[in-house]
């Protein structure tokens, strides 16, 4: 009965380089979630996976952002060329199913030098 | 973009005494969802009320809606060292899946 794990717990990079987050949700929860949170602020929708469906990446905030989820399962959130405005607390989370509530991953904090 | 507005930003009450929080919303929802935050990591579930409900406990959990007013409150009674957190209420948009989360608010219990 694991919950969602991420993984790095923190990273720390160069402005210019690519990360790459990842992320392990429920066992059989079929919605995945990735969130960002800025320090004391709120969450940012990024992306949401859905079954086989195709994602809704409305919340990306630009093309340096991509996600994928391979299996139905893991998902990797991929940062390049990175700015110092991408440092925050990724979150991921999933349900059984939208729209119920969402397990939450301890989140990668990331910081961009 | 956040549609949950929580009130107030912080919070600092004794230990016992009852934690009142709001939050108020802007579309039509499907369900309004809170979360606990300790630290500034992860999150955590406590309770979903759905649309066609007024109210809703979970232990020392109280929560109302009032889709008339765009409103729900979040009350912790008996506060406790432990709830010293931060409270998020999210959205829950009729037919979308994603949720819309406030800004949050900061609840300090002193001993």
């Known amino acids: 009965g694991a919950g969602v794990s991420q993984s790095p717990s923190n990273k720390v990079t160069e402005k210019g380089k690519d990360v790459e987050l990842r992320c392990d949700p429920i066992?059989?929860?079929?919605?995945l979630y990735w969130y960002r949170q800025s320090l004391g602020q709120g969450l940012e929708f990024l992306i949401y996976?859905?079954?086989?469906?195709?994602?809704?990446k409305s919340g990306l905030p630009s093309d340096r952002f991509s996600a994928e989820r391979t299996g139905g399962s893991v998902s990797t959130l991929t940062i390049q060329r990175t700015q110092q405005e991408d440092s925050a607390v990724y979150l991921c989370?999933?349900?059984?199913?939208?729209?119920?509530?969402?397990?939450f991953g301890p989140g990668t904090r990331l910081l961009v030098l | 973009s956040q549609q949950g507005e929580e009130d107030p930003q912080a919070l600092s009450i004794q230990e016992g005494e009852n934690a009142t929080m709001n939050c108020s919303y802007k579309?039509?929802?499907?369900?309004l969802q809170w979360y606990r935050q300790n630290s500034g990591r992860g999150l955590v579930h406590l309770i979903l009320?759905?649309?066609?409900?007024r109210e809703k406990h979970s232990g020392r959990l109280r929560v109302t809606l009032d889709t008339s007013k765009k409103s729900s409150s979040l009350l912790i009674t008996a506060s406790r060292a432990a709830d010293t957190a931060s409270y998020f209420c999210?959205?829950?948009?009729?037919?979308?899946?994603?949720?819309?989360f406030g800004a949050g608010t900061t609840v300090t219990v002193r001993a």
């Open positions: 996976f859905q079954g086989n469906s195709a994602p809704d």
């Open positions: 579309t039509s929802i499907n369900n």
């Open positions: 999210a959205t829950g948009p009729l037919n979308d899946y994603k949720l819309s």
């Open positions: 989370a999933s349900s059984l199913r939208g729209p119920g509530p969402q397990y």
């Open positions: 009320i759905r649309s066609n409900e």
């Open positions: 066992s059989g929860h079929t919605a």
